[in-house]
């Protein structure tokens, strides 16, 4: 069984669960501070996913149980082994589930994955048999005495569940949700504080699942065919450094007419190395981009100004998601008003803040444990240090306990200053679907009017509503009636007449602003999977995946 830590996540609690770090990407790190607008989904737990596509053994994923549920199936169920994936907070957590296996299971060997793994003594810790750093599918292969080298296979899901917004959890039909896609992992940047890059080897290495635009452009069309989507989320932390295999992708994303959307990782310097024709063509709708702070000396941003990336990228339709520290060596109470202010001018679709975190294994952990400042563990709790709440180290500038409020700080004045993100979201859509929306090319035509097929239904009757939402704050309600002037200019009766129902979108805000007001908080299900080779409880869904064409072709 491969299973991550158990829940619930979003509150206080005895085993190291936090209400500041909720199972949440975007409402933990992204929209924290936009109270009813916060974008909330999650996203499941792909790694082990991956692994379990790609074993020859009888393999079960549950996937974000309760605590109660998990001791059910340790007491329904005997596993050989039991892995377990985590992230660094929840070292709590993990020593307690293997606490739980050697209670109801002590025959049982116990593995555990994920950025966990980093923690140099982690298998003393949690008492564990194993510990995976790197690759797990390799891993597992060659625990298991399988073929390490054969092909991938790709799980089939897609890439968030449960999206919410505004007070409406979101239905989505065929379509409207991106595939997840995983290319690779790790990051050849290699980024100072990246615990995902020195998780696959640190600077300059990457291991590549699919290595070339063919075996890539085949996974795809699996996962188009399977989950009926037309975007795939591109987990890969520089997608487009890969720069053989994306020009190849995107030669065969012409040569068979996919109006394919990709919502992609890339640092600003890679990005420069493309012309924006290849971005649009090769599909890039939205960017998760590193801008990591005002001066700051990381080479992937020598020589780039920001603000012109940004502004180009919109300009053309695509989405960008700007990334910015607070608390980089050089910062102070004297200069972090002007930090946060560069972030918040760049006017991103959205926005990431997170603290400068020395997770273990990064070079920017090494470099702060040499030189003294690392925080005794008997200062602080573990389950505090996911990068929203507090240093682990002795900061030169920023006094203890402040770095917190500073961190609030970005997130409400980028709020404050550019509105929604959801808004934003459709405002840069729309450039998109003005400049691409007629292209000659029907390819490219056809995936701007995907990407815009519900500007002039869905976001009238929200924007609406937003600017009442807004009336103490003249600023954004100017740049809201501004895109919905622009919405209604482009879409005419069918806008206006939509934009009536914003009486009703106003409520379900209201509503939503009074729920969080009492505390509620969003917790995802549990998922329950088997692969083909567990047959003993047919009961069980089986989980799907893409094969890699050579195997297709074998079969």
Not at 74 to 85: A, C, P, Q, R, S
Not at 138 to 165: C, I, K, M
Not at 514 to 543: H, Q, V
Request: glycine share 8%.
């Amino acid at each position: 069984m491969l299973t991550s830590v158990f829940g619930p996540y979003a509150q206080d609690d005895e085993y190291g669960s936090r209400k500041l770090n909720p199972m949440e990407l975007y409402h933990n790190q992204v929209t924290r501070t936009q109270g009813p607008f916060s974008l909330r989904m999650f996203h499941r737990s792909w790694g082990i996913m991956m692994i379990q596509a790609n074993i020859l053994a009888p393999c079960t994923v549950l996937d974000f149980p309760v605590r109660e549920r998990f001791i059910q199936e340790l007491k329904d169920h005997e596993y050989d082994v039991i892995g377990i994936t985590a992230i660094t907070p929840n070292i709590l957590k993990v020593k307690h589930m293997c606490a739980l296996i050697r209670e109801h299971q002590p025959q049982a060997r116990i593995i555990i994955g994920g950025h966990i793994a980093n923690i140099p003594d982690l298998i003393e810790r949690v008492e564990a048999d194993h510990v995976v750093r790197g690759d797990g599918v390799r891993w597992f292969r060659q625990y298991l005495g399988e073929d390490v080298g054969r092909p991938l296979n790709h799980p089939a899901v897609l890439s968030g569940l449960g999206a919410r917004s505004a007070g409406f959890t979101l239905k989505p039909k065929p379509g409207d949700t991106a595939a997840t896609l995983i290319p690779s992992v790790g990051c050849p940047i290699g980024c100072n504080f990246c615990s995902t890059s020195a998780m696959f080897g640190g600077k300059g290495r990457f291991i590549n699942f699919y290595q070339d635009g063919d075996e890539l452009f085949r996974i795809m069309e699996q996962l188009e065919q399977r989950l009926q989507v037309n975007s795939f989320f591109v987990m890969d932390e520089n997608f487009l450094f890969h720069r053989k295999r994306a020009l190849r992708l995107l030669e065969l994303i012409e040569a068979h007419g996919k109006a394919w959307s990709l919502y992609v990782f890339a640092s600003a310097n890679i990005l420069r190395s493309y012309s924006i024709e290849q971005l649009v063509r090769l599909g890039i709708s939205w960017v998760w981009m590193g801008i990591e702070g005002k001066d700051s000396q990381y080479k992937k941003l020598s020589g780039i100004d920001t603000f012109e990336l940004v502004r180009e990228l919109q300009s053309h339709g695509i989405r960008v998601l700007g990334s910015t520290i607070i608390g980089l060596e050089n910062h102070s109470p004297k200069n972090l008003p002007d930090a946060i202010e560069h972030a918040a001018k760049h006017d991103t679709d959205f926005h990431q803040f997170m603290l400068y975190t020395p997770i273990p294994g990064t070079a920017l952990h090494r470099e702060l444990t040499d030189k003294g400042v690392m925080k005794d563990e008997n200062e602080i709790d573990p389950a505090d240090i996911h990068g929203q709440l507090t240093f682990n180290y002795n900061h030169a500038n920023i006094p203890a306990g402040t770095e917190g409020d500073w961190l609030l700080r970005a997130f409400n004045r980028e709020y404050e200053r550019n509105g929604p993100s959801i808004i934003r979201i459709a405002r840069t859509t729309l450039a998109g679907w003005k400049r691409y929306g007629h292209h000659p090319d029907t390819r490219i035509a056809q995936r701007f009017r995907q990407d815009g097929s519900n500007l002039a239904t869905t976001m009238p009757p929200v924007i609406r509503a937003a600017i009442k939402h807004f009336r103490q704050q003249p600023e954004i309600q100017q740049k809201l009636r501004a895109i919905l002037r622009d919405i209604h200019k482009c879409f005419g009766w069918r806008s206006r007449l939509a934009a009536l129902a914003s009486p009703i979108v106003g409520k379900k805000i209201r509503d939503e602003a009074k729920r969080l007001a009492t505390g509620w908080t969003y917790e995802p299900p549990t998922f329950y999977e088997r692969n083909e080779y567990r047959m003993d409880t047919p009961s069980i869904p089986l989980c799907e995946y893409a094969e890699p064409a050579c195997i297709a072709a074998h079969a």
